[in-house]
């Protein structure tokens, strides 16, 4: 069993430590010290502590939300661009960049035509990107209304 021990701010009392007490001989589950609580295995430090005794993840501010939302799409733009890299038989587009030298010419073409379409992705997502950062557009309703304003897959190139 998990034992959290929390501080209070104000009306809030907020997790700082969780120790597993269960081996410690003075320690008496029955009657442990305030501000001490058992607690399910999910809950971390930084959790508040509610009105009935249960605990909940602290409510993100307003520029966290915003670094998880960038952070989410520049993983979707990642894996739109793996994903069609698979598809060409790649096992990334970074595999796939790495054949631009290639001696063999379907290779190459394939690989220049990934890399174009890679710097293409990038430059719009990192200026979209900026831009909601920036506070001069608001972020996409969702990871496809964000995929959808990037540039389309390149037709697979035959050399």
């Keep these: 069993m998990k034992y959290a021990s929390t501080i209070k701010s104000g009306a809030t009392e907020t997790i700082v430590l969780i120790l597993d007490l269960s081996h410690v001989p003075l320690f008496d589950p029955e009657n442990p010290h305030p501000q001490t609580y058992a607690v399910d295995d999910d809950v971390q430090i930084g959790y508040d502590k509610q009105e009935d005794g249960s605990f909940i993840a602290p409510a993100l501010t307003a520029e966290q939300i915003q670094a998880q939302t960038i952070a989410t799409y520049q993983s979707a733009a990642q894996n739109l661009l793996d994903s069609v ?8 587009v970074v595999s796939a960049a790495s054949y631009a030298s290639s001696t063999n010419a379907q290779f ?24 909601i950062e920036g506070g001069k557009k608001s972020a996409p309703k969702s990871v496809d209304d964000f995929l959808a304003g990037l540039p389309l897959a390149p037709d697979r190139p035959v050399a």
């Design 85 to 92: 890299a698979k598809s060409w038989g790649y096992d990334s």
């Design 108 to 131: 190459k073409a394939e690989a220049l035509a990934l890399i174009t379409w890679r710097d293409e992705v990038w430059g719009s997502a990192y200026a979209l990107l900026a831009s």
